[in-house]
């Protein structure tokens, strides 16, 4: 436990490399569920799912960059596959909201249990080198750490140039604003809704296999224990805005870094639970979110 | 012979556990509509609770495990106040998240809730000792019956069907009176409800209480038998097994969610039991976990209303014909008409 001033200056560091992994995970969660509206609990374990193909490719001689693209599109095809297979087809039946959260949550322990049959109770490792400590800034990271960051701020721009700038995009938050009135404008809503899979289960792939690299042993409960900081800077940036959930992601990462470093790293996602609590406490839809608040605000 | 008696006892206790549990969260979720992700947790206060209360100071037993209180108080005092250090949290927690927050919100914090609750447990080694948990919980009415003797296992039984029954009386008193309704209309219908003068805040967050209540007796009653407690014990996904329990048995039905718990939780955990190990450790559990995710999925979509369904309400007398807002609008047209 490092108490002196020398230790925040890294400590935020590290804190921009954990809002980064955070971010690609928030903004992919947050996308889906604000077009879908289905809150999605097997996210976490679709990451670890993913981080596993990113490793075989790597235990067969894979560089870094094939894993990579191997987790990502492996989160992308599993999430496509997983809302046509089985969300869609339950959303059809009739289950309601509460159902569709049990759905999610079994399918999540299925495929965390999947995973623990297949690969076993151990931790797994990555064959890569780190690359050499650099300091800007004051910083002490690792070169993969800097090429993390650097993901996360080009899928970002991505992301928001997507939302933005291109028909999809606008298609996209006219499907999320009220998905009966897009579909009456002659928007493709399915189409929406299945391009909105693929995009947060390319960003959901990228995050399993980034986030392994950072702490560079992974097992089959790391994804679904790293959901929880997920729907925390969800919330925090309002659940359903991508860009909330980047800066919902950045504040989560320098909390949980800098009171590892000033506290003790045993209570880092307690901190950020305690965030959580009193920005709910302050704004109950998110940092963003205007007074009025939305159509199904329970008014205090 | 003693053997299976031993088996028997030991399997009806935690059935006890296991009914009294479901049915607390079936009067959050099943009758409120409560969507509790964090029921665990308030199990596992009442287990921590009733723990400390029984055990005697820290520094006893040479001081192998360090946690707070260590009252040393007598049956059933430790197992009561369980219950009420539960509602009392539960009080704290549901002011601020069932107060201004949107149902799925409130799913999500409970969830979070439930494992930064376990990571705090967990890493703060001076509450309730940390990751290794309590152990050596001493058994009540251990000075009057042998407590490793079948009697004291009969004994056990007949406590925890003795908190089985007031349980259920409260909690049918609840679902079959006027406040059962209330609260079945805010689960179907909470504008109409609100509509209708019910304070749904309010009798959201007392069933809230109540449930967790009940959690943490049910908690306490299953410490004080197996005389450990740790956070391996209730991790998040408990609170899984316990939604598919009430999924499978008959959501809002306490008899469905009763049969629900001997399917569930003990039938499967306990056949599991005798299957050979197979594979690597490890591997029998993490099958186990697949298929009661698979049976959650299978229920949902063959029988969502489970095996025993929650039964239709006659009400004896018909109600009264409504006037329609368009029959009352026409007829002040024609009064207008008329004069």
Known sequence: MLTSASAFVPSIGFGLVTASILALAAVGFTLQFGITNILNLAYGDLMTASAYIGWVVNQHGGSIAESLLAGAAFGAVSSVLLNRLVYTPFLRRGTGLFGMVIVTLSVGVMVQNALLAIGGATFFTYNFNVGATVHPLGFDLATSQLVIMAIAVGGMIVVQTLLTQTRLGKAMRATAANRSLAQASGIATERVVDAAWLISGVLCGLAGVVLVLNTTAFQSTTGSEFLVVIIAAAMLGGVGRPSGAMVGALVLGLVTEVSAAFVSPSYKELFAFIVLVIVLLVRPTGIFSQFAGGSRQVAA | MSGWAFYATTLLVYL????????????????????????????????????????????????????????????????????????????????????????????????????????????????????????????????????????????????????????????????????????????????????????????????????????????????????????????????????????????????????????????????????????????????????????????????????????????????????????????????????
């Open chain 2, 16 to 339: 006890g556990v296991d009914i009294m549990a479901v049915w607390g969260l079936n009067l959050q979720y099943g009758v409120a509509g409560v969507y509790n992700f964090g029921f665990i947790v308030f199990q596992a206060v009442g287990a921590y609770v009733g723990a400390v209360l029984t055990l005697g100071p820290s520094s006893s037993n040479g001081g192998f495990q360090a946690y707070i209180i260590g009252a040393n108080l007598p049956f059933p005092i430790p197992i009561l106040a369980a219950g009420v250090v539960s509602g009392l949290l539960s009080v704290v927690v549901g002011v601020i998240t069932l107060r201004r927050l949107r149902t799925d919100y409130q799913a999500m914090v409970f969830l979070v809730l439930s494992v930064a609750a376990t990571l705090f447990v967990t890493n703060d080694t001076g509450l309730f000792n940390g990751p290794a948990g309590l152990s050596l919980i001493p058994q009540p009415l251990s000075s009057l019956v042998n407590p490793s003797s079948i009697n004291w296992q009969w004994l056990y039984v007949g406590i925890t069907a003795a908190f089985c029954i007031v349980i259920y009386l409260f909690v049918h008193r609840v679902t079959s009176s006027p406040l059962g309704r209330t609260l079945r209309a805010i689960r179907d219908n909470e504008d109409a409800a609100r509509a209708l003068g019910k304070d749904v805040m309010r009798m959201r967050l007392f069933i809230f209480v109540m449930g967790n209540v009940i959690a943490g007796i049910s908690g306490a009653v299953l410490v004080q038998f197996i005389g450990a407690w740790s956070p391996g014990s209730w991790l998040y996904v408990e609170t899984f097994v316990f939604f598919t329990a009430i999924i499978v048995g008959g959501t809002g039905n306490d008899a469905g969610v009763m049969l629900g718990a001997l399917l569930v939780p003990v039938a499967f955990n306990e056949i599991t039991r005798y299957l050979p190990q197979i594979g690597r450790p490890g591997l029998i559990d993490a099958i186990q976990w697949i298929v009661i995710g698979a049976l959650a999925l299978v229920f949902l979509w063959f029988w969502p209303r489970g095996v025993i369904p929650e039964r239709r309400r006659r009400f004896a007398r018909a109600p009264a014909p409504v006037e329609t807002p368009t029959e009352a609008m026409q007829d002040t047209t024609y009064a207008i008409e008329g004069g």
